[in-house]
């Protein structure tokens, strides 16, 4: 991408971020965003990503012709690894917020391999709590018995809609899903998640082998 340092730069300069702080938000070490900004090295794709991740995150987009801010937005996340990317997007925007909650809708951890579940793992010791709605009979509940309710599995497929902060995220396919930030989107599914809980019922026990 022509001129990829200057709109490094200048993305940092919308948010106001130090290059330490886009070493935090991208999980990459200061000396590399250094290194990338005074042109020094060709960075790996993962690399890249990364920081485009932390931006979009924060409605900052580096584009053809320069940044742009972004108050509403979509994206669409694919390819492999895809959920755990959107677990660390899930991460990094609710780390803004007073109230940490992640709301899942239609979930199974019973297809959660085991990198999911050690990112559930870490977005609870960062202090987020969830709620899952899943599906009826299913008692492999990795989380607290008391995250859970069940719905009718007559209603039950496993396209998962994830609802944190300003943002929706809903499973597209196997191999992505679309992100949404709109403030009234997320706090309409946010009343509709819900409103679900509470006519739902409560989990009662958990036969998992692991637990996150």
Not at 8 to 31: F, G, Y
Not at 136 to 155: A, D, S, W
Not at 167 to 177: E, R, T
Request: aromatic share 10%.
């Amino acid at each position: 991408m022509a001129g990829l340092e200057k709109k490094i730069v200048a993305a940092r300069a919308l948010l106001d971020w130090t290059q330490e702080t886009l070493a935090n938000e991208a999980s990459l070490s200061k000396p590399s965003i250094v290194r990338i900004e005074k042109g020094q090295t060709n960075p790996e794709k993962a690399t890249l990503d990364a920081i485009e991740g932390a931006f979009n995150t924060h409605g900052v987009f580096i584009t053809e012709f320069g940044v742009e801010h972004r108050e509403v937005f979509q994206r669409y996340l694919s390819g492999k690894g895809w959920y755990l990317k959107l677990l660390e997007d899930v991460q990094r925007t609710v780390a803004q917020y007073h109230d940490r909650e992640l709301l899942i809708d239609s979930a199974d951890d019973r297809v959660s391999p085991p990198d999911v579940v050690e990112k559930y793992r870490e977005i609870r010791t960062n202090g987020i709590k969830m709620r899952q709605l899943v599906q009826e009979g299913n008692t492999c509940l990795m989380g607290e018995v008391g995250e859970y309710r069940y719905i009718p599995e007559y209603f039950f497929n496993n396209h998962v809609t994830l609802i944190y902060a300003q943002k929706v995220a809903m499973k597209m396919s196997d191999n992505g899903c679309l992100i949404i930030k709109n403030d009234k989107l997320a706090a309409n599914m946010r009343n509709s998640f819900n409103y679900k809980w509470s006519k739902s019922e409560p989990a009662r026990e958990s036969t998992a082998d692991v637990r996150f």
